[in-house]
């Protein structure tokens, strides 16, 4: 973040800078500068489509072609050129704020370096102006600031989130298994203890059954006994009574 104030700041001055040492122009004025240099305008152009597309060598290479193009403009006191290369630059870094964070920290250091050898052709000029603009420049990058912080702190309590998610649907299933397994264990108790209550059953009406037979036969035994003494009673009263 640092970075980009630093770069909104010297574009900032660049752009003054040029307008106070040059001509103060205007709207029309500057379209009428575009058009007469229009390497100028082609130029930034081609970095505009590349950052736009993230092609980082295309990057690479329209960055150096508009930094050579400014610094010939300088060298040969160019100040007509300079100033489009300085405008069009200014409107790059307003639109394409989101891509030029996405950059290459060489690309950065490119666009940075570029940047801030037209500073230094204009710095003398551009020093009224910067401190006039700072507080603007400054208050967009504390917007842009706070917003990242926010986006972070987003990603971080969605991150957080879906952690416990994970955790808690981890535990879940944990706890889906360990209630099966212990269904599992209970129903083979059941089963066993099922099974032995039906052998007590079994073993009981056998014995039941054992006992019933013997009291009949026990039963039986007497009946017969009693009748064989009724018998020989009869008998025996038959013989007397003859």
Do not use: H, R, W
Request: net charge negative; proline share 0%; charged share 20%.
């Amino acid at each position: 973040m640092k970075k980009l104030f630093a770069f909104a700041a010297v574009v900032a001055a660049m752009s003054l800078g040029a307008c106070t040492g040059g001509t103060n122009a205007n709207t029309t004025e500057e379209d009428s500068l575009a058009l007469a240099n229009p390497e100028a305008v082609v130029a930034v152009a081609a970095l505009t489509e590349s950052v736009k597309d993230g092609d980082a060598a295309a990057i690479t290479e329209a960055l150096e072609n508009v930094g050579e193009g400014l610094q010939e403009a300088l060298k040969s006191g160019d100040t007509e050129k300079a100033e489009v290369y300085l405008s069009e630059l200014k409107t790059f870094l307003q639109e394409n704020t989101d891509q030029i964070k996405e950059m290459s920290e060489d690309n950065f250091t490119k666009l940075t370096d570029i940047i801030n050898n037209a500073v230094a052709k204009f710095a003398t000029d551009a020093e009224g102006a910067v401190e006039g603009t700072e507080a603007a420049v400054e208050g967009a990058a504390d917007a842009a600031a706070a917003n990242a912080v926010a986006a972070k702190d987003a990603a971080v309590n969605q991150a957080n989130q879906a952690v416990q998610n994970a955790k808690d649907q981890a535990n879940q299933a944990a706890q889906n298994v360990q209630d099966q397994a212990n269904q599992a264990v209970q129903n083979v108790k059941d089963q066993a203890n099922q099974a032995a209550q039906n052998a007590a059953n079994q073993a009981n009406q056998a014995a039941q059954d054992a006992v019933n037979q013997a009291s009949g036969a026990v039963q039986n035994a007497a009946n017969q006994a009693n009748k064989a003494v009724t018998d020989a009673i009869n008998e025996a009263l038959k013989q007397i009574t003859q």
